[in-house]
């Protein structure tokens, strides 16, 4: 179980890239450039829960998530929701 540190959506990862392999359109419009670490950081293919995908109905709930954006509890040994 995992958030998105900044949407707060949940998810699980169902996999994961070493680095973004995402088409140039797709970081530009994801504003990767903005990211602390990059695009040289752990990406997470994240299926997220459908209560939480309310504002893209018309799409699959799947995100690609860069690892600075993602919030594990369990892992960071955190209880609660996201900060």
């Given at each position: 179980?995992?958030?998105?540190?900044?949407?707060?959506?949940?998810?699980?990862?169902?996999g994961?890239?070493?680095?973004?392999?995402?088409?140039?359109?797709?970081?530009?419009?994801?504003?990767?450039?903005?990211?602390?670490?990059?695009?040289?950081?752990?990406?997470?293919?994240?299926?997220?829960?459908?209560?939480?995908?309310?504002?893209?109905?018309?799409e699959?709930?799947?995100?690609?998530?860069?690892?600075?954006?993602?919030?594990?509890?369990?892992?960071?040994?955190?209880?609660?929701?996201?900060?």
């Open positions: 179980r995992c958030y998105h540190a900044q949407h707060g959506y949940r998810g699980v990862v169902v994961w890239d070493a680095q973004c392999v995402e088409t140039e359109e797709w970081r530009t419009v994801a504003r990767t450039a903005e990211l602390v670490h990059g695009l040289h950081q752990p990406f997470y293919h994240m299926l997220v829960d459908q209560r939480d995908w309310l504002d893209h109905t018309y699959p709930p799947v995100a690609y998530v860069a690892e600075e954006a993602c919030w594990a509890p369990e892992i960071d040994g955190q209880a609660g929701v996201p900060p």
